[in-house]
RNA sequence: GGCCCCAUGGUCUAGUGGUUAGGACUCCGCUCUUUCAAGGCGGCGGCACGGGUUCGAUUCCCGUUGGGGCUACCA
């Protein structure tokens, strides 16, 4: 059996979305766990909308992911170039192969003519197929239009009777009646091939083995075939796989929100958490395994595994996958995934001490058991870097706003101003110390202590936290919180219902 | 409209001609803890519908319904 080759063939109109990340990376797995070639090739055809920025922006989505290729426009390979639009030549012969052999002809009706057929053909409940008005047109006429320099394209000239079964790995043997199908352009008045051209030559001329990609183009696919006949190229296994699709079940979309997948980066979600959530759009290692990583997926992926029907990207999931890595992630290259975000927000010095750093990968370790999204530590771990956050409703509500808090607060001040050392054993003394003393349970003293500290009612191990605040700090603080709510500006704010007060 | 694809809880899914239809997310309880957004335990909730085939259909066939895709000189 010969090598098993996969490509992703991208059009470079925008930012690698979420599809084109799923896609990519089933053809990635499948290369991979046969020991294949993965291929990335560049569908640059369409000329108005392609643009250096995607192809950048596609490359970067493609690694964020994990995802590397064998051949391709960047590294080059025994079968390039890679990127469609300097490979023209190699169209341009084709298609004058078939105009040669009478399986495609020129066709000189301009697009509103065109326009204006279909709509009498829909208006008649006819479906919408080219007329083939150009098919067979005298050979003088051909010749004076050509000398006139009059626009033309170029439609294949498809078999219109019978059937075209294609076999596809996940849906079985699909028919189609010729007679539905219509004569295509394959060569736009531009010169250009489209996309049905292009992408039939370059997967013949790349020895792809299998065809993978998204189910929007199951429909194409008999037409492609008969392209694939009449050039005499032979017929690769073709996977469709199921769409993803938005909340509203429609073809996930600009409108859905993020669907850019480098979006799913800016907010926290980590490379391989979100590789492992698209894997399991689609496809199942028909076991109750969820948490797979690389080696894992590439282990256990096939293409029987994948499913027929389309599947709905869960936000929720995602988020909750996320957290599950993010828990069982290192500590320092949580930390390096963390700093730009710190940076961004200006939370951190651009320049960090091996001090500073250290101080920091704790505070990761400590935080990431109970965070979900990497912004989760810019957010409800902004007291770690700033003095400057805010109390939330809970805090206030069940404690700051308390009578007898400011005096316990500026009692525990007190305290923790008079430490000697500063860990987790004398903060704890401090504390319940203090709570004995004035003969009323720990949790007394704690919550405040916590909600002056951080400004919320939940958080990490409280005694833990406040190690790694410097001591000045958690005094300014527990000073600060007993002032403002002697000052009584430690009332709940806002209508905003912080959920129930126990 | 035509063609094609799809159909297990709200979501991602496992699975079988005879199962108490399994897991995960979400939600809801309970529990542990200084707190929960963490941990532990438990619960609600499903084979779209109608016909067949069969001793027996969630599973096989047909239809219906629903959803999606394609129907471009976009890919």
Redesign the pocket.
């Known amino acids: 059996m010969s090598e098993v080759r996969t490509r992703f063939?991208?059009?470079p109109?925008g930012n690698l979305h979420v599809g084109g990340a799923h896609t990519a990376l089933f053809a990635w797995l499948f290369a991979r766990h046969e020991g294949g070639k993965f291929v990335l090739r560049i569908?640059?055809?369409?000329?108005?909308?392609?643009t250096d920025e995607s192809l950048a922006a596609i490359y970067d989505g493609l690694r964020w992911l994990g995802i590397d290729w064998d051949e391709g426009p960047d590294v080059g390979g025994p079968y390039a170039p890679y990127i469609?639009s300097e490979r023209l030549e190699i169209y341009e012969d084709y298609i004058n192969r078939l105009i040669e052999s009478g399986r495609a002809y020129r066709?000189?009706?301009?697009?509103e003519e065109?326009?204006e057929r279909?709509e009498i053909?829909?208006a008649r409940?006819?479906?919408?197929?080219?007329d083939r008005a150009c098919v067979d047109l005298p050979e003088d006429q051909l010749q004076t239009w050509l000398a006139e320099g009059k626009?033309?394209?170029v439609?294949f000239r498809v078999e219109d009777e019978g059937t075209t079964v294609i076999n596809?790995v996940?849906?079985?043997?699909?028919?189609?009646?010729n007679e539905?199908l219509?004569d295509?352009?394959i060569?736009?008045?531009?010169g250009?091939?489209?996309?049905?051209m292009?992408?039939v030559v370059d997967d013949y001329l790349m020895k792809i083995s299998h065809v993978i990609r998204?189910?929007?183009?199951?429909?194409?696919t008999?037409s492609h075939v008969q392209l694939m006949e009449a050039l005499g190229f032979d017929v690769p296994v073709f996977a469709?796989l199921?769409?993803i699709?938005g909340?509203?079940?429609?073809?996930l979309?600009k409108r859905h929100g993020a669907v850019n997948l480098m979006d799913y980066k800016e907010q926290g979600f980590l490379p391989e958490a979100m590789r492992n959530?698209l894997a399991?759009?689609?496809?199942?290692?028909?076991?109750?395994?969820?948490i797979l990583d690389l080696q894992q997926l590439i282990d256990r992926f096939t293409l029987e595994?994948?499913?027929?029907?389309?599947?709905?990207?869960?936000l929720?999931?995602?988020?909750?996958?996320n957290?599950?890595y993010l828990?069982r992630a290192d500590a320092e290259y949580l930390t390096e995934l963390l700093l730009p975000m710190l940076r961004e927000h200006d939370l951190i010095e651009d320049d960090l001490s091996p001090e500073r750093r250290r101080w920091l990968v704790d505070v990761v370790d400590l935080?990431k058991?109970?965070?979900?999204l990497l912004k989760?530590f810019v957010?409800?771990?902004r007291y770690f870097f700033t003095e400057d956050f805010p109390y939330?409703n809970?805090a206030r509500k069940k404690w700051l706003s308390r009578e007898e808090v400011p005096e316990r607060l500026d009692m525990l001040a007190e305290r923790i101003e008079a430490l000697e050392t500063w860990d987790v054993d004398s903060i704890?003394q401090a504390i319940r110390g203090l709570a004995d003393e004035l003969d009323v349970?720990?949790?007394k003293i704690?919550?405040p202590?916590?909600a002056a500290c951080?400004g919320?009612?939940?958080?990490?191990?409280?005694?833990?936290?406040m190690e790694l605040l410097p001591q000045d700090s958690v005094v300014r603080r527990l000073r600060r919180a007993a002032e403002l709510g002697r000052a009584g500006e430690m009332e709940p704010v806002g209508s905003v219902d912080e959920?129930?007060d126990?």
């Open positions: 063939a991208p059009s109109t569908e640059d055809t369409d000329e108005v909308r392609s469609q066709c000189f009706c301009t697009p065109l326009e279909r053909q829909r409940g006819m479906p919408p197929r080219y626009p033309y394209c439609r596809d996940v849906r079985g043997e699909v028919s189609f009646d539905v219509g295509f352009v060569r736009k008045t531009s250009y091939p489209t996309y049905h292009a992408v998204a189910e929007e183009h199951l429909s194409n008999p469709h199921p769409l699709m909340t509203d079940r429609t073809k979309s959530f399991l759009i689609g496809w199942s290692p028909g076991t109750d395994e969820e595994g994948v499913s027929k029907s389309p599947g709905i990207f869960d929720e999931k995602a988020t909750w996958l957290g599950e828990k935080m058991e109970r965070t979900r989760d957010t409800w771990g939330d809970r704890e349970s720990a949790s704690i919550h202590c916590r951080t919320q009612t939940i958080g990490p191990s409280l005694f833990h936290l959920g129930p126990d």
